[in-house]
């Protein structure tokens, strides 16, 4: 009996102490960026391990607001995010509860398609994306870029709604067609209350990848800067023109850039835990 408390005592400890690390590195960044954002160039270049500066430069947050055009950039990704998330769970709803149910001609090699998507950068589907969009007439459009994102979005999510939808009883959906119930029907009605929590999930991460989303927007509004997404504008923040990379207002603009992600998981925490646990408990 003795044995087993002091066991498990230490595996607890063991647990803490790795959390304590992970914690670490993951907080450390964030710390330092915060700090950096009230440092002022001279304190980035000569460098060094200082968190926080001498004097803050309150300013930085000022002039990375006028700089970037907040205002105006903040407004193209919040409309930017909201459709790509309404556009993503609608679709990827429906191309997951179709691939969990039906079988059809293609299904294996679509799933091979979505699969293998997963592991493709970005940078790598950037350059086809932008020429079928081009002949599309989609650049230089924030509805353009909506569509783009809907579509590269769709792989991961749809497999990750099939799964969800894989644990849900296949009885739910006959006993719905002996009642008359339609394939839509049920979808509607059935199998989109039950799917709500990965729906959520789904959301919270796909608002995550769309706001995050640089090389796109970029590529899609270099002839249009009043388009251009709230992470291009922080990102260009570093140039100031005068050869001298101004990070601590890149840094500034970043953190204010990410408070919108950090309060969407604020509020939508509950949801994201349900809808990644509860899809491995199913029966």
């Known amino acids: 009996?003795?044995?087993?408390?002091?066991?498990?005592?230490?595996?607890?400890?063991?647990?803490?102490?790795?959390?304590?690390?992970?914690?670490?590195?993951?907080?450390?960044?964030?710390?330092?960026?915060?700090?950096g954002s009230f440092k002022t160039i001279n304190e980035f270049l000569v460098g060094g391990t200082k968190i926080f500066p001498d004097a803050f430069q309150w300013q930085n947050y000022t002039k990375a607001w006028k700089q970037a055009n907040f205002a105006r950039y903040t407004l193209n990704s919040i409309f930017f995010s909201l459709f790509s998330v309404i556009g993503t769970v609608i679709t990827t709803s429906m191309t997951g509860y179709i691939m969990s149910r039906f079988n059809f001609p293609g299904k294996k090699i679509l799933t091979l398609i979505f699969a293998v998507m997963l592991f493709l950068i970005g940078a790598v589907t950037l350059y086809p994306i932008f020429l079928l969009c081009n002949k599309m007439g989609l650049l230089n459009s924030i509805w353009?870029?909506?569509?783009?994102?809907?579509?590269?979005?769709?792989?991961?999510?749809?497999?990750?709604?099939?799964?969800?939808?894989?644990?849900?009883?296949?009885?739910?959906?006959?006993?719905?067609?002996?009642?008359?119930?339609?394939?839509?029907?049920?979808?509607?009605?059935?199998?989109?209350?039950?799917?709500?929590?990965?729906l959520a999930t789904s959301a919270i991460l796909s608002f995550r990848d769309s706001w995050n989303n640089y090389m796109m927007p970029l590529a899609f509004t270099i002839a249009q800067p009043k388009l251009r997404t709230l992470t291009v504008g922080v990102v260009l923040l570093k140039d100031q023109g005068d050869g001298i990379a101004?990070?601590?207002?890149?840094?500034?603009?970043?953190?204010?850039?990410?408070?919108?992600?950090?309060?969407?998981?604020?509020?939508?925490?509950?949801?994201?835990?349900?809808?990644?646990?509860?899809?491995?408990?199913?029966?």
């Open 144 to 198: 353009g870029m909506v569509i783009a994102e809907v579509a590269t979005l769709q792989p991961f999510y749809s497999i990750l709604i099939m799964g969800y939808c894989d644990g849900i009883p296949k009885q739910i959906d006959e006993s719905a067609r002996i009642d008359g119930a339609g394939t839509f029907r049920i979808y509607i009605g059935i199998i989109l209350p039950i799917i709500k929590p990965i």
């Open 246 to 283: 101004a990070w601590n207002t890149m840094l500034a603009g970043t953190i204010m850039s990410i408070l919108p992600i950090l309060i969407v998981y604020m509020f939508c925490n509950r949801y994201f835990i349900e809808g990644m646990t509860q899809g491995s408990i199913k029966e």
């Open 1 to 35: 009996m003795l044995e087993n408390k002091k066991k498990r005592i230490i595996s607890q400890i063991l647990v803490y102490f790795i959390l304590v690390i992970v914690i670490a590195f993951i907080g450390f960044p964030l710390v330092y960026a915060f700090g």
